[in-house]
């Protein structure tokens, strides 16, 4: 399994309250990814870096920021929390190419009261 | 990218090979198919890929058309631990404005897969 890690697993947090999912990879993977999975809609990628302090939105970004100040950390910001990003997040990484394959972490669940 | 249609749901025996299929209809020439399961709670798992010929690795084989506008999967000997959700998707890099590019992937609803004894 490619290596890489997400932080915490699980979280419970109040409406309005930031939240930072972390995703960590010893792969030094160029490309990484956060997606979010909800019932009935799949996968939905939030965000995409490219390199260190390289972002880029996906096609659902709002409320949501990312940083990447190092190759193997890529953070996942919900600056207040809202009950609709309830959701279980995953992280992905590739190396470079358009064709390189993704490898997704083990995701975080995120439960926003 | 291209759309994929796959069948809601199949069953199969364990021990035996598992065939999914997957339309791909309009895939473009640079778009390649791959295939992803996800195990319940678990992170989506590569399974394998590929552009026009057929591709085996250790876990299954991929069966594409000659036309490219069809292919299916192949678990040759399912157990009960591939009961899983099975996505076919097919993908192209995207330019983006920095001049990098990245290969989104668009993950439709999939086949989920049961084996049973």
């Known amino acids: 399994d490619a290596g890489i890690t997400q932080s915490p697993r699980h979280k419970v947090t109040e409406t309005g309250t930031p939240v930072t999912l972390r995703c960590h990879q010893t792969?030094?993977?160029?490309?990484m990814y956060w997606y979010r999975q909800d019932p009935g809609h799949g996968l939905r990628l939030i965000h995409y870096?490219?390199?260190?302090?390289?972002?880029d939105k996906g096609e659902v970004s709002d409320g949501y920021s990312v940083s990447r100040s190092k190759t193997e950390d890529f953070l996942l910001t919900l600056e207040s929390a809202t009950s609709s990003q309830t959701s279980v997040y995953f992280c992905?990484?590739?190396?470079?190419?358009?064709?390189?394959?993704?490898?997704f972490g083990p995701g975080t669940r995120l439960t926003v009261l | 990218d291209a759309k994929t249609t796959q069948p809601p749901s199949m069953d199969c025996a364990e021990g035996r090979a598992a065939n999914l299929p997957c339309n791909h209809s309009?895939?473009?020439?640079?778009?390649?198919v791959y295939w992803y399961r996800q195990i319940h709670s678990q992170g989506p798992q590569y399974i394998i890929h590929?552009?026009?010929n057929n591709e085996t690795n250790e876990m299954a084989s991929l069966i594409i058309t000659e036309d490219r506008k069809s292919s299916t999967l192949i678990l040759p000997h399912a157990t009960l631990r591939d009961t899983a959700v099975y996505y076919c998707?097919?993908?192209?890099?995207?330019?983006?404005?920095?001049?990098?590019?990245?290969?989104?992937?668009?993950f439709g609803q999939g086949t989920i897969l049961t084996v049973h004894p």
């Open positions: 992905a990484i590739s190396g470079s190419g358009a064709t390189d394959t993704q490898y």
């Open positions: 792969e030094n993977h160029r490309y």
């Open positions: 870096s490219y390199g260190v302090k390289d972002t």
């Open positions: 309009t895939i473009s020439g640079n778009e390649y």
């Open positions: 590929g552009l026009k």
């Open positions: 998707i097919v993908r192209v890099g995207t330019a983006n404005a920095g001049g990098t590019s990245y290969g989104k992937l668009t």
